[in-house]
């Protein structure tokens, strides 16, 4: 538990993402960063300047596809200890159907039954089929450890579907991001590991119900 | 640095035009390499080698004439050997002296993703410059014809260059200057058309009436021109319609590129304009939760 004078005053605080999650979560997070920077460059001349953040293009080429693959490590590593939470459920489709309005406020969120709701496991599945592309095709493309094995015909098809992949998990992770800065309450529940009574019970009454009891002081 | 006593008309990953105040003055050119003269000798690649300082590793002989069996970071030139049955006339021996082409498309060019990497000079000549390079093999994915080679000790690609420092005074590349049957020749590339179109007319007296010019318009022609005497390019593994993959002209293209840089910043754009109409999701806590 977090000293009390970080909490607002009021109900105690649930346990949402314990130590290993976050670190886990933020060490994805910084090595998408630096990914997605470093991809960026090879991308289009524009952003060729990304690669002086990373010593400059031929050493941003060589370090661009090592972060790759400690990205992908961590990223399913984590991904493995969410995967049964992220189970799709047959309310997730009514959850679904809701959202455009609860996005909007023009309605109340369709209530969860788990820890997450319908548009985090989709965004779950999306990222776990992405990433998997994203690391074969990177492999496939990899110089000099891989590429020259690989036909010249299957190379272009690996960089063309790289590159279209990156784009789609950069508006996944956009919205990820997104939807974590509106949600207010989530960040700190990845930055401190602790959600407030009030928010569990709002967004995520189900799971609520089976931890309050737990974790109640 | 690119040649600058060359006029650079393209750089790879460039957004801006390539300095090319001179252009106009410069002509095309090419070299013409008339396979029905070619005895195999392999002083090209000697030639070669020579000019350009390049010691390749001394090889294992695997029972041909064909030694180093393929290009690589120091061979830009290959003498290639094919024993091939070529219709009535039987039994043919087929030299193909292989290395880059120097399309006027170049797929390299459009493929590379480091500014300045790859040049074209306005006499067609497609460069590459090292100090620029990256490392990324992309070139490799451009090129219709399977030329650019990784160097293991630097990581850089490298490729015959039409020794384009020669051409730049004025002098033939070290290939054409030491052939002994003038089955190479250099110049300007109506000239060499001119040339190919009389080898072509020759070989046709000569009752090859196949005979044929490869100057592929698939890749807007090449600076590196082919008589083939038996005029089909499969018998010479030459592709018949080499093109600048459909995939990498999409991927590498202005379109995809557009596309991919609009996405960002639709992606930006949508939050932000969320954000400000919608206003975020709070939970009162005051209200423990409770849904409205």
Known sequence: MRPMENVPAGPALLTRYTHAERLTHWAVAVAYVALFLSGLAMFHPFFYWTSALFGGGPFMRVIHPFLGATFAVLFYAYALRLVRDNLLVPSDRRWLAGMFRYMNKKGAEIPVEGKYNAGQKLMYWSMVVVIALLLVTGLLMWRPYFAPGVPIPLRRLANAIHAAMAFVMFVGIGIHVYAAYWTKGSIRAMTRGTVTRAWARFHHPGWYAKVAGKDAP | MALMSLDVTRRSASTSAA???????????????????????????AACMEWNDLRDEVGTNLGTLQNPQDLTDRSWTVMRFYEQEVGDRGLQWLIVKDGCLHCEDPGCLRACPAPGAIVQYANGIVDFQQDRCIGCGYCQTGCPFDVPRFSARDQKAYKCTLCSDRVAVGLEPACVKTCPTQALSFGSKADMR??????????????????????????????????????????????AKPEVSPLVAFWRGGV????????????????????MKVGPMEVDEHEEGRRP
């Open chain 2, 256 to 275: 995809a590129k557009t596309l991919g840089v609009l996405t960002m910043v639709g992606v930006v754009v949508a939050g932000i304009f969320h954000y």
């Open chain 2, 19 to 45: 300095p090319s105040v001179r252009s106009g003055a410069i002509p095309d050119v090419a070299k013409l390499i008339d396979v029905s003269r070619c005895i195999g000798c392999k002083a090209c690649q």
């Open chain 2, 194 to 239: 001119d040339l190919a179109d009389e080898r072509v007319r020759e070989l046709r007296e000569r009752g090859l009436g196949q005979a044929a010019i490869y100057d592929p318009a698939g890749v807007k022609g090449t600076h590196v021109v082919y008589v083939l005497p038996h005029g089909d390019p499969g018998l010479y593994r030459l592709p």
